[in-house]
Nanobody, 118 residues
Framework: QVQLAESGGGLVQPGGSLRLSCVAS????????MGWYRQAPGKQRELAAT???????TYVDSVKGRFTIPRDNAKNTVYLRMNSLKPEDTAVYYC????????????WGQGTQVTVSS
């Protein structure tokens, strides 16, 4: 079992920055893939960025060059650094964890709201 605790959402003006944090706890000491998905109002949930335990990263095209996803394996913590935020980045951001590369359960956080507005 894995529990995910997110923090760092809020209201920011266009062009501003935010950092989200997600700490994983539970019975699994090392998690294969962690990341962030987001869901805007009226839209499907989409991948924003993920990172594996070997630091292989994936980003949705719309955030490349603006978002980064550092990870601290020792603390089972993943961050999402968001720069040059745009109104279209407004969404609920969900932390995601996939403990094993071969499959198994996926885990989700409760979500944190990010609103980009002037």
């Amino acid at each position: 079992q894995v529990q995910l605790a997110e923090s760092g959402g809020g209201l920011v003006q266009p062009g501003g920055s935010l950092r989200l944090s997600c700490v994983a706890s539970g019975s699994i000491s090392r998690i294969y893939r962690m990341g962030w998905y987001r869901q805007a109002p009226g839209k499907q949930r989409e991948l924003a960025a993920t990172i594996t335990s070997s630091n292989y990263t994936t980003y949705v095209d719309s955030v490349k060059g603006r978002f980064t996803i550092p990870r601290d394996n020792a603390k089972n913590t993943v961050y999402l650094r968001m720069n040059s935020l745009k109104p279209e980045d407004t969404a609920v951001y969900y932390c995601y964890a996939k403990p094993f590369s071969w499959g198994g359960n996926d885990y989700w956080g409760q979500g944190t709201q990010v609103t980009v507005s002037s």
